[in-house]
């Protein structure tokens, strides 16, 4: 299965994926587009017999979450989607749990009630195209009052036998029992007064997931996003930001220990904040936490980098980080041999004074 999706933002920012819900295209995320682009590469999809998605049948959402997944690179991301996307977003999460850095579940839900109903929405849609909810959708998508035509009108556009196989899909969804799997920082956002995903599901989706947060904005429904584009916006922006500093900071003190992290967080000033922030979100986060190499591997690769640009102040913070990381010191010595050759003798003498005085202050026993 191929999905229709385009990328937008700055070529070299970090990814987010932005999934619709059922019966909408990639411009329900619109009135979000400007203020995440500014920070985020934004890659947003159609669902099968949606906007420019092929029509499609016979699927599971973990298929679709399996097509969302082939479009994205060997990289680190962010994902979120609303009502169906957001089951996708879920279940991209727990298929590759160490390449998600922040997850988004906007007016969605572990399992969207009793499959009955979803199957009889089927039906009518074979029957009668999807056109026909239009006004039943319309009470569920916005509160009383709101004009969202501008959704609304591209329901006559979607491919009927493709909106009935979501339906279908989201009839045997039900992740309940593996939201405690879901590893990265999550944000449920809800609508106060939505009737397809209620108060009750978001509650359970914030209950379920270790660490996360729930935002409910009021006087909206299903479509929260459209109805109150501001207060979602802010929401996703902030949740963004602060996940990647919470897992840097949680990386940063598995790496250097709490007695390290704690003084450098004591000394921080109004100067040098931003720098902290800096090196724990792109640093801590971005780059240490990527799953192509493990912190043994990366603790190698520092105590080179280290030696070879002469950082020798950096350099007894990473022997001490190099043991938390499994390196034993025989193997840190053969780093230290290694760089001997490749970066020169006079660096390679200073780095093992370091790593001796560092290794003889420690008993050579760990941190």
Not at 24 to 46: C, F, N
Not at 114 to 121: F, K
Not at 147 to 168: F, I, K, N, Q, T
Request: net charge negative; proline share 6%.
């Amino acid at each position: 299965m191929k999905l229709h999706h385009r990328v937008d933002g700055p070529s070299g920012a970090p990814l987010l994926v932005l999934g619709p819900s059922l019966g909408t295209t990639t411009e329900v995320w619109r009135p979000q587009l400007a203020e995440l682009t500014a920070s985020w590469r934004v890659l947003r999809y159609d669902l099968p017999g949606h906007g420019g998605s092929a029509p499609a049948t016979g699927f599971t959402i973990d298929d679709l979450a399996a097509a969302v997944l082939d479009l994205v690179e060997d990289e680190r991301f962010a994902i979120g989607g609303i009502s169906l996307g957001g089951a996708i977003a879920t279940t991209a999460a727990l298929r590759v749990p160490g390449r998600v850095r922040g997850l988004v579940l906007c007016c969605t839900s572990a399992r969207f009630g009793e499959p009955g109903p979803w199957r009889e929405r089927a039906e009518l849609v074979r029957a009668e195209g999807v056109a026909a909810l239009a006004p039943a959708l319309e009470n569920r998508w916005f509160t009383p009052g709101f004009d969202g035509r501008w959704v609304l009108e591209g329901l006559g556009e979607v491919d009927a036998p493709s909106y009935a196989a979501c339906c279908e899909a989201l009839a045997a969804f039900d992740v309940t029992g593996r939201l405690g799997e879901i590893a990265a920082p999550a944000l449920v956002i809800a609508g106060a007064e939505d009737p397809a995903t209620p108060l009750d599901q978001a509650l359970t989706l914030a209950g379920g997931i270790p660490g996360a947060s729930l935002t409910v904005v009021p006087r909206a429904a299903h479509l929260a996003g459209v109805e109150h584009p501001g207060a979602v916006t802010t929401a996703i922006v902030r949740h963004l930001r602060d996940g990647g500093r919470d897992a840097g900071m949680r990386t940063r003190r598995e790496v250097l220990g709490d007695a390290h992290v704690d003084r450098a967080i004591a000394a921080t000033t109004g100067f040098t904040r931003d720098f902290q922030d800096l090196i724990t979100r792109y640093a801590w986060d971005e780059i240490w936490n990527r799953p192509g190499l493990d912190r043994r591997t990366r603790s190698c690769v520092t105590l080179t980098a280290l030696v070879a640009g002469g950082h020798l102040e950096e350099l007894a913070m990473h022997v001490r980080a190099a043991l938390r990381n499994g390196l034993t010191p025989d193997e840190i010595k053969e780093v230290l041999l290694q760089a001997a050759v490749y970066c020169g003798v006079p660096a390679a003498n200073a780095a093992f004074a370091v790593a001796r005085r560092t290794l003889d202050d420690l008993g050579s026993e760990g941190p």
